[in-house]
């Protein structure tokens, strides 16, 4: 009996167009009773778009297992990018949808036919996409932020109003840097103190340096480090004392000092030493080239020294390997529920948000009605933004986490080698999925990488003699 592969997805569901996953089994499932096709497998695709080119892991399924026929509930829930419909071709099989009737991909005729739907759904996507990057230019022309990121420290989540429980203390940072303070001495009394970044972090001296030196502690508005236009925001510091800070800053005579400059590693004072001390990083430098090395605090012979390199390395395959296997438990799963929940609420109302937008320009709106929904839109995505923001501050990691471990998730259980999957950006650029997860890990703060580390391992540094060097071992 042939195979028969069901595929669903939902991306929204406005005007009836996204039908919802459940309409779609239903109704699909009917067809296929209908036609007599065979035993039936499914692979959904829930909440996640055809066009922004994130992969789709049902879909992604769909083809490995080559299945004899395909049903969907229309053509545009299978695919709406011209490279996925080509890649449906190369199988060779029918698609039978509900409502678009079916896709004779065997003669040249029907293969034209479904390029030209499949090229008008792209359009249509990238039109989309067109109109909400001219909005927000437009919206950067007026001098207004654009809503949502990132809440900046100093300010509150409408990127304009300062926040004057930190306002005060980015005042005193500039102070203290007109008086000649180093960074790292600001970053040392803003920790002392007890201030936060926004998110909860530590104070650095590159988080100071980046601090210091944003126009936005001037009211002004920039975009990709361009000035985009006058500025509604709320200047923090004078333009005499932000121009008399960026002088010191740029002052050759501030350069470091020669030779290597030892930092904090990933597991400094979070591995232990066999003896149970805790390791610091530390520099060697032989033959011209400077080596960092995790060391034992203890001194002494017979205690344990390791490549910082190689260590790091043993920890993060370690890290890797069990988010795959999914090994660990990513942070409280009611705070996850809620931030899921959270999320999906923002993304509907980004949705409504641009619909709204467009309405404005149809005739024969009522264009008042139209600006008090948005303006109920942007009231309701920041209470939901600032709670969202609550609950990943108070979860250090567990954001980095969840988003590691869903980008593993795309790749089937079944396939081996995991680092080799091709995994295509929103460009269309392919890469290995390994170097992809590398680099997501290495662009997270080393406060959140040592805070996940410190969280799910105990890492024990042995001596030069012993075999194994360096033992990873989950909590």
């Given at each position: 009996?042939?195979?028969?592969?069901?595929?669903?997805?939902?991306?929204?569901?406005?005007?009836?167009?996204?039908?919802?996953?459940?309409?779609?089994?239903?109704?699909?499932?009917?067809?296929?009773?209908?036609?007599?096709?065979?035993?039936?497998?499914?692979?959904?695709?829930?909440?996640?778009?055809?066009?922004?080119?994130?992969?789709?892991?049902?879909?992604?399924?769909?083809?490995?297992?080559?299945?004899?026929?395909?049903?969907?509930?229309?053509?545009?829930?299978?695919?709406?990018?011209?490279?996925?419909?080509?890649?449906?071709?190369?199988?060779?099989?029918?698609?039978?949808?509900?409502?678009?009737?079916?896709?004779?991909?065997?003669?040249?005729?029907?293969?034209?036919?479904?390029?030209?739907?499949?090229?008008?759904?792209?359009?249509?996507?990238?039109?989309?996409?067109?109109?909400?990057?001219?909005?927000?230019?437009?919206?950067?022309?007026?001098?207004?932020?654009?809503?949502?990121?990132?809440?900046?420290f100093g300010y509150e989540f409408d990127h304009q109003t300062p926040r004057e429980?930190?306002?005060?203390?980015?005042?005193?940072?500039?102070?203290?840097?007109?008086?000649?303070?180093?960074?790292?001495?600001?970053?040392?009394?803003?920790?002392?103190?007890?201030?936060?970044?926004?998110?909860?972090?530590?104070?650095?001296?590159?988080?100071?340096?980046?601090?210091?030196?944003?126009?936005?502690?001037?009211?002004?508005?920039?975009?990709?480090?361009?000035?985009?236009?006058?500025?509604?925001?709320?200047?923090?510091?004078?333009?005499?004392?932000?121009?008399?800070?960026?002088?010191?800053?740029?002052?050759?005579?501030?350069?470091?000092?020669?030779?290597?400059?030892?930092?904090?590693?990933?597991?400094?004072?979070?591995?232990?030493?066999?003896?149970?001390?805790?390791?610091?990083?530390?520099?060697?430098?032989?033959?011209?080239?400077?080596?960092?090395?995790?060391?034992?605090?203890?001194?002494?012979?017979?205690?344990?020294?390791?490549?910082?390199?190689?260590?790091?390395?043993?920890?993060?395959?370690?890290?890797?390997?069990?988010?795959?296997?999914?090994?660990?438990?990513?942070?409280?799963?009611?705070?996850?529920?809620?931030?899921?929940?959270?999320?999906?609420?923002?993304?509907?109302?980004?949705?409504?948000?641009?619909?709204?937008?467009?309405?404005?320009?149809?005739?024969?709106?009522?264009?008042?009605?139209?600006?008090?929904?948005?303006?109920?839109?942007?009231?309701?995505?920041?209470?939901?933004?600032?709670?969202?923001?609550?609950?990943?501050?108070?979860?250090?990691?567990?954001?980095?986490?969840?988003?590691?471990?869903?980008?593993?998730?795309?790749?089937?259980?079944?396939?081996?080698?995991?680092?080799?999957?091709?995994?295509?950006?929103?460009?269309?650029?392919?890469?290995?999925?390994?170097?992809?997860?590398?680099?997501?890990?290495?662009?997270?703060?080393?406060?959140?990488?040592?805070?996940?580390?410190?969280?799910?391992?105990?890492?024990?540094?042995?001596?030069?003699?012993?075999?194994?060097?360096v033992s990873v071992v989950a909590r």
């Amino acid at each position: 009996m042939q195979t028969v592969a069901l595929y669903l997805r939902i991306s929204e569901d406005r005007n009836g167009e996204g039908v919802a996953v459940d309409r779609q089994r239903s109704e699909s499932i009917a067809l296929i009773e209908r036609l007599g096709l065979g035993t039936v497998t499914e692979y959904v695709d829930n909440d996640i778009s055809a066009t922004s080119g994130k992969v789709r892991p049902g879909f992604e399924a769909l083809l490995q297992a080559r299945p004899d026929v395909i049903v969907a509930w229309a053509q545009d829930r299978l695919l709406r990018l011209t490279r996925d419909l080509e890649r449906v071709i190369e199988l060779g099989v029918p698609v039978y949808t509900v409502v678009s009737g079916t896709l004779d991909l065997s003669t040249p005729a029907g293969r034209a036919v479904a390029r030209t739907v499949a090229a008008w759904s792209q359009f249509e996507g990238e039109q989309k996409a067109e109109r909400q990057r001219a909005k927000n230019r437009q919206q950067l022309a007026s001098g207004t932020p654009l809503v949502g990121g990132k809440r900046r420290f100093g300010y509150e989540f409408d990127h304009q109003t300062p926040r004057e429980s930190e306002a005060a203390w980015v005042r005193l940072a500039y102070e203290r840097a007109e008086q000649g303070k180093s960074l790292y001495s600001i970053a040392a009394h803003l920790n002392e103190q007890g201030v936060t970044g926004a998110y909860g972090h530590k104070w650095d001296g590159a988080k100071v340096h980046k601090l210091l030196t944003n126009p936005r502690n001037i009211g002004v508005l920039t975009h990709r480090g361009e000035v985009q236009g006058s500025s509604g925001i709320t200047p923090l510091v004078s333009v005499e004392q932000f121009d008399s800070v960026q002088a010191i800053l740029n002052d050759p005579a501030r350069a470091p000092r020669r030779g290597p400059v030892v930092r904090v590693g990933l597991l400094n004072n979070i591995a232990r030493c066999e003896c149970g001390a805790a390791v610091k990083t530390s520099a060697s430098r032989a033959n011209g080239r400077t080596s960092f090395l995790y060391r034992c605090n203890v001194a002494g012979a017979g205690h344990a020294y390791v490549l910082r390199s190689v260590a790091d390395a043993a920890v993060i395959e370690e890290l890797f390997d069990g988010l795959k296997e999914q090994r660990f438990k990513l942070g409280d799963s009611n705070e996850q529920s809620d931030l899921r929940r959270i999320t999906a609420e923002l993304a509907g109302l980004e949705e409504d948000r641009a619909a709204a937008t467009d309405a404005l320009l149809e005739r024969g709106v009522d264009k008042a009605r139209v600006r008090a929904r948005l303006d109920e839109i942007e009231t309701l995505a920041q209470d939901l933004a600032q709670q969202r923001d609550v609950l990943l501050a108070a979860n250090v990691g567990t954001r980095a986490l969840t988003a590691l471990a869903d980008l593993l998730s795309v790749v089937p259980a079944q396939f081996e080698g995991w680092r080799d999957w091709p995994y295509e950006d929103l460009a269309g650029d392919v890469q290995p999925l390994g170097e992809k997860v590398a680099a997501m890990f290495e662009e997270l703060e080393l406060d959140e990488r040592r805070a996940i580390v410190r969280s799910l391992f105990d890492v024990t540094i042995y001596p030069a003699r012993s075999a194994e060097r360096v033992s990873v071992v989950a909590r």
